[in-house]
């Protein structure tokens, strides 16, 4: 059985942001675009490979707009600074965009930051972009967002036509008040809304630009909830459901 009310106090964005849950430095901010603990490993694709296949206009719905990869919670952002160099070598920096954005200002140094590269430090709770993006990637960023379904919803409103969002997400960290997880109905829901949930890999994605919206309000979180499937502690997030 679940306890019928919260037990413990639930914490809004400043707080949250402050958590040493949340700005820890232990977790790992570091994956590589390719190899071990990569992007590419996590995500069974290239992120480079959608880039460049825009970027040299192959089913683009804007031929002339630069192909762009947005990646939220990007850690040190070495993945986005490694895929500038190798598009640097395949002369398309002209015609790409690698966006990063993370909470915590521990970015790797880039000496000489190419004009494709910008790597903000801003919430994604808050920050917003000016374009859309082929590719957006949030790699075991949610664990650690209050409201992790806005922060979805928001994504998928930045893609292109044909723009693809991925994101880890442990639903089980998506619960109400009484303690109970969102579960199946949630998932139903995301379904409904255009996403796609691979409960095995615990990972979250769409196809193309969607103006989504989910019956669910955000109350707050709590950074106490423990270690999560990644063995980090992580963040579960509250709500409550719109009748
Ligand atoms: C486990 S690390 C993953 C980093 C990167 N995606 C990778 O795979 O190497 C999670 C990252 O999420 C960031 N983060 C947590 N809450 C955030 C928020 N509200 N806005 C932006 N970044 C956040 C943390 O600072 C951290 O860099």
């Not at 192909?67 to 070598?89: F, K, N, P, S, V």
């Not at 954005?101 to 494709?116: G, K, R, S």
């Amino acid at each position: 059985m679940f306890d019928q009310r919260a037990s413990f106090e639930l914490l809004g964005s400043d707080a949250l942001e402050q958590s040493a849950v949340v700005a820890n430095c232990a977790m790992n901010r570091e994956q590589q675009l390719s190899g071990v603990n990569s992007y590419t490993r996590e995500l069974g694709f290239n992120p480079l490979d959608v880039l460049a296949a825009d970027a040299v206009g192959a089913g683009r719905a804007e031929p002339l707009a630069a192909a762009g990869w947005l990646d939220l919670c990007c850690g040190t952002g070495r993945a986005l600074i490694q895929a500038a160099g190798e598009l640097r070598l395949a002369g398309l920096t002209e015609r790409t965009v690698l966006v990063g954005v993370d909470l915590v200002d521990a970015f790797d140094p880039v000496p000489a930051p190419p004009p494709n590269l910008k790597l903000v430090c801003a919430s994604v709770a808050t920050w917003t972009p000016k374009r859309t993006f082929d590719l957006i990637t949030c790699l075991h960023g949610l664990h650690y967002v209050g409201d992790k379904l806005a922060v979805l919803i928001r994504a998928a409103g930045w893609l292109t036509p044909t723009g693809r969002l991925v994101a880890d997400l442990d639903l089980s960290s998506i619960r109400f008040l009484d303690g109970r997880p969102a579960g199946q109905r949630l998932t139903a829901r995301l379904r409904a809304a255009g996403f796609t949930y691979d409960s095995r890999r615990r990972r979250i994605s769409c196809t193309g630009r969607r103006d989504a919206r989910l019956p669910y309000r955000y109350l707050g979180a709590d950074d106490r909830a423990g270690a999560n499937y990644t063995g980090q502690p992580a963040v579960h997030s509250y709500y409550v459901e719109d009748h």
